[in-house]
Structures are given as structure tokens and as C-alpha cells.
């Protein structure tokens, strides 16, 4: 049949089985949204506010289904606001696809308006993309998009698609074969030899700690992680990015490592004699000061991405592959030999672990007149008993969370871990909350975050999203400020939010309900009102204001040179 290519992307997306698509229209663009019009309601489409805005709603789509998350935009300054959004799902392995419209091929390279040349931005912020100049290959290419985004390491592609392509007609054929990219073959199982050499090193390790990333999560693997783990009573400790793979609530959980991860994980780290890395990429918030890293250890390193391994750090014993994979045939072969009857007794390493835990390097205490902040998400935590979906903004608020909120499942966590994006919490939470209508969805943000995608807001009302927006309102971009107290003498250089909007009124000024307290004693009646209220809420706390995120590693030191706060 003959179809336009606007008719093409709609049924490729259908084809693919997508539902959902978040955007923001534009002039080149428009034929594409007419179609997206006639297509509903099997096709719907979630209007953000800024195209940033869409990118990173797309993203939490993608966490918490383990989909392909879809946006949308228009071509110049709506290619330029995805940017952001491409390179937070870029860096933290995301699948997206993004349609970006272009103007008419024969004016590319005129610098009509609102051209630029898409595909050279992005470049380096996709896992791969695409500028399509001939309708003919449109439905190719998009196949392509979807298949490259979620395959391997996963990543967002990028297609271009210029205005009269999608207004000119071509033959169109559905089709629901597999994609084959002779140039792209992502290796799957891992080489037989050396997952067998893995599972001899675990069985002779007396010290062995499992340290595992978010490829557990993208790969759909943390089942196989969790019987590895119990099968041999492994220490397990996560990154930012690898939170409820493992149940926070396991007595085998020695927390997060890296630059405010536990004493016990860090130290563990820096005492194994085997260190597992599972979907993790040695990233320099876990690694601290390389030469220091593991010194004692021989490390397994299991990924997808052979680029990853022995990137930054050198690893004994490499294993390419699907995590979810590599883990089925290690628990094969450990059932079928026997392994745990064979095991080194680890009985000293975890009455080692166990005293460092008693230094309980999270301790904090409430008082009677300020709020702290940890006994927000403390308190958060307990009256959603760890089930909600939480995503964050970046800065303190975000490490809080990451150790307070104790994650028990997979897929319940959004957070911007490789680039850091303030701004990324409340759009991803609107994905998140479109994903899975019947969950409780949670924003842990800042009062410096927040306002950098506040007008989302307008979304969540459009939409009657019942996302609850949790504000640690200290009056400072806190984490910089936190640097400029302990390493620059107090020289709070331009982090002092001198003017806030009252964000009562902000929630208010969009129809949501907001609420505000300054005493700890109503935290959690606030929170309970919060929770309880059928729509959006923003729930303003004003937290003590030169509060520290502890432990923390200073940059250049090793995991076990760590500064663990007034208390310790």
C-alpha cells in the first residue's frame, strides 16, 4: 500500500508495539502529528512542556517498563532541547528512540529556519542516529532505530526525518521480522571457558564481594543475581545506578559503595580478594582514586559492552556478554557441580564486614527544632513501605535518597546517575507514572532542581497525574555547597538561592495541592496528607540548611579514605 511517510511512522511505532509517545509539536513536524491525531487512541500522545521535558519522560518510561521510551520533537531549538535528555539516557544505557522532524532535504545546509544539523549534535550523545533524506527507507530505518536502542547496551537512537519526507508518499509493507545489522551483532552467551574459569574463583575466594550496576536492571537479570548471590552467601554491593536489584532489606546487602556509598562497602572493597563486577562500568564515583581500587582483589568483570571492560579499570578474568545470561549459566554450572559444598569458608570476611557495620555510617539524629533531611525519605520510606517509584533531581537530595529510601525491587528507582541532569526527576516520574497508572510514584527533589523543570507541572495537571513531589527545601544548591563548606572555606560562591518561589503557591497556580511545614514533629502528617490526596501535591519541607551528605570520599582519595560526618 502507498502511504506518506507520517503514515510510515505511525505504523512502524505501532509495529513495535508502542503505546505512548511524549512530545511537543513544531512547524516541521506537523504532518507527523496529524497522523499521530488520527491515530488515537491507539496511538496516545503525552504533551510535555519543554522538549527536555518529553526526552526524560520517555526515559522513565523506558526504566520502569524496560521498553523502548518514544519522544517526539520538532527540528532547530525542539532538536536542541532534547540534547539534555538524549545524553542522561546516553549515559546511563536508556533505550530511546527520538523522531526528530528536520526542515525539506533540498533546504538542508541553507540554514533555513529552524535548521541545524541534528545528527552532528547528537552524535555524541546517541548510541547511534539517523538523517532520513529518502521516504524509501524510512520504515528501515525506524525498525533499525528500535532494535539498535534496545539490543546489546542498550542506548537512544535518533532519527531525523525532514518535513517533505514525511509528507511523500511510498510503497509501505508491515512486517514483524527480526532486524539484522551485518555491522552490529551484540554477543549474548558468554565464552564457556571463562564463565567456568568465573565460578572456580568464586568457589576459592575467602573474601569475595559481588559489586553489580544497572546492566543488572537493563538486562532484566536481578533474579539471577539474587540466586547467585544466596547460592554462595556473597557480600553483594550496588552502584547509584544498580539500587533494588537487591533488596536493600538483605542482610547480604552491604549498601551502595563508591563516593557516598557505606563505610561497609567501601571497605569491603578495598579488603576482597575477588571482586565480581556485574553491569558495572568502574565509573569514577565508584572507583575513587584508581591505584587504590580493590588493591587486594583479582576482578571478574561481566558485561555487554566489550568497550566497557578494562576501560578504567584492568580486570583478570573478562566475560562479554548478556548479564542475564552470563548469571543462567554461572547458577547452571554452580548447581550442577555442586559449588557451595566445595566453597572456601568466608565465615572471617563476614564477621569482618559485620564490624565495620557497626559503625552504622548512616546514623543521624533528629532534633526538636530543625528538619533533617534524611528523616524525610526516612519516614517516606516507612509509609510506603519501600514500594513506591521514586525519581530524583541530582545533588544531596538525590544521595539521600539513594541510602535512605531502601529499595526492594528492580525498576522502582529513576535517577540521573552518568551525567547528573537537575531537572530530570519530575518528567521522568510523569513517564513512569504513564507506564504503571496504579502505582504510587515519588519525587525526591530540591528546592535548586526542581526549578528547573517546574513548568511540568502543567503536564501532570493536563493529565491528572497523581505524582507526589517531595521538596528538601534548604535554601542552597546543596551539594556544591557542601564542596564549597569542606574544600573551599565556607565560600559559598553564587549557591545561595537568594529567591524561591513559595511553592505552595506554585502548586496552587497550577490547580495540584500544596503543602509546607518547618517542623519535624509534622513530617509525617504531611507526608500522610500528601500520600493520601488523590492528585498532583508538591509537599514543601524546609530542611536544616548546611546539612552534609555522609560518608563522602573527596575526589583523588581512595574508597577507604572516607570523611563520615559529625556523628562518627
Not at 533546504?107 to 535548521?115: H, S, T, V, Y
Not at 524509501?136 to 535518533?158: M, Q
Not at 571482586?275 to 591505584?291: E, H, N, P, S, Y
Request: net charge neutral; hydrophobic share 40%.
Amino acid at each position: 500500500m502507498q502511504l506518506t511517510g507520517a503514515e510510515i511512522v505511525v505504523q512502524c511505532l505501532l509495529e513495535q508495539g508502542v503505546r505512548t509517545v511524549f512530545g511537543y509539536p513544531g512547524g516541521a513536524a506537523l504532518f507527523i502529528y496529524d497522523e499521530l491525531y488520527k491515530a488515537e487512541p491507539r496511538l496516545t500522545h503525552v504533551l510535555s512542556r519543554h522538549e527536555q521535558g518529553a526526552l526524560h519522560a520517555a526515559d522513565g518510561y523506558a526504566r520502569v517498563t524496560g521498553e523502548v521510551g518514544v519522544a517526539l520533537v520538532t527540528s532547530g531549538p525542539g532538536a536542541t532541547n532534547a540534547v539534555t535528555g538524549l545524553a542522561t539516557a546516553y549515559m546511563d544505557s536508556i533505550p530511546v528512540v527520538c523522531l526528530s522532524a528536520q526542515v525539506p532535504v533540498p533546504l538542508i545546509g541553507n540554514d533555513a529556519f529552524q535548521e541545524v544539523d541534528t545528527v552532528g549534535i547528537t552524535r555524541s550523545c546517541t548510541k547511534h542516529n539517523y538523517l532520513v533524506r529518502d521516504v524509501e527507507d524510512l520504515a528501515r530505518v525506524i525498525r533499525e532505530a528500535f532494535y539498535i536502542a534496545k539490543s546489546g547496551r542498550p542506548g537512544p537512537v535518533l532519527v531525523d526525518i525532514p518535513k517533505d519526507v514525511s509528507n511523500t508518499r511510498c510503497a509501505y509493507s508491515p512486517s514483524h521480522a527480526s532486524v539484522n545489522i551485518r555491522s552490529y551483532r551484540p554477543t549474548v552467551k558468554g565464552h564457556i571457558r571463562q564463565v567456568r574459569r568465573a565460578v572456580e574463583m568464586l568457589q576459592a575466594a575467602r573474601r569475595p564481594l559481588l559489586y553489580t550496576g544497572g546492566g543488572v536492571i537493563l538486562a532484566n537479570a536481578w533474579k539471577g543475581l539474587q540466586q547467585l548471590t544466596k547460592s554462595l552467601n556473597l557480600p553483594i554491593t550496588n552502584t547509584l545506578m544498580g539500587l533494588g536489584a537487591f533488596p536493600a532489606a538483605d542482610s547480604q546487602f552491604v549498601g551502595m559503595l563508591g563516593m557516598h556509598g557505606t563505610y561497609e562497602a567501601n571497605m569491603a572493597v578495598s579488603h576482597c580478594d575477588l571482586l565480581v563486577a556485574i553491569g558495572a562500568r568502574f565509573d569514577d564515583r565508584v572507583t575513587g582514586k584508581i591505584a587504590d581500587f580493590a588493591p587486594h582483589a583479582k576482578i571478574i568483570h561481566i558485561d555487554v559492552d566489550p568497550t566497557s571492560i578494562s576501560k578504567n579499570v584492568r580486570v583478570d578474568l573478562p566475560i562479554v556478554g548478556d548479564v542475564r545470561s552470563v548469571l543462567e549459566q554461572m547458577n547452571g554450572l554452580i548447581e550442577e557441580e555442586k559449588i557451595p559444598e566445595k566453597q572456601a569458608d568466608i565465615s572471617d570476611w563476614w564477621a569482618k564486614i559485620e564490624g565495620w557495620r557497626k559503625k552504622d555510617c548512616l546514623r543521624f539524629t533528629q532534633g526538636e527544632q530543625e528538619i533533617e533531611s534524611q528523616y524525610v525519605i526516612q519516614t517516606l520510606c516507612k509509609l510506603t513501605k519501600g514500594q513506591a517509584i521514586v525519581a530524583t533531581d541530582v545533588g544531596q537530595h538525590q544521595m539521600w535518597a539513594a541510602q535512605f529510601y531502601g529499595f526492594q525491587q528492580a525498576r522502582h528507582w529513576l535517577t540521573s546517575g552518568g551525567l547528573g541532569t537537575m531537572g530530570y526527576g519530575l518528567p521522568a516520574a510523569i513517564g513512569a507514572q504513564v507506564a504503571k497508572p496504579n502505582e504510587q510514584v515519588v519525587v525526591i527533589t530540591g528546592d535548586g532542581s526542581i526549578q528547573m523543570n517546574v513548568q511540568e507541572l502543567g503536564t501532570c495537571l493536563q493529565y491528572q497525574l497523581p505524582i507526589k513531589i517531595v521538596i528538601l527545601n534548604n535554601g542552597f544548591l546543596g551539594m556544591v555547597r557542601q564542596w564549597q563548606e569542606l574544600f573551599y572555606e565556607r565560600r559559598y560562591a553564587h549557591t545561595d538561592i537568594a529567591v524561591s518561589p513559595d511553592f505552595v503557591k506554585l502548586a496552587e497556580a497550577y490547580g495540584a495541592l500544596g503543602l509546607r511545614t518547618d517542623k519535624p514533629a509534622e513530617v509525617e502528617a504531611v507526608l500522610r496528607q500528601g500520600l493520601a490526596h488523590p492528585g498532583t501535591v508538591i509537599m514543601d519541607f524546609r530542611v536544616r540548611k548546611e546539612s552534609n551528605v555522609y560518608p563522602m570520599v573527596p575526589a583523588g582519595k581512595g574508597l577507604n579514605d572516607m570523611i563520615l560526618g559529625e556523628l562518627l
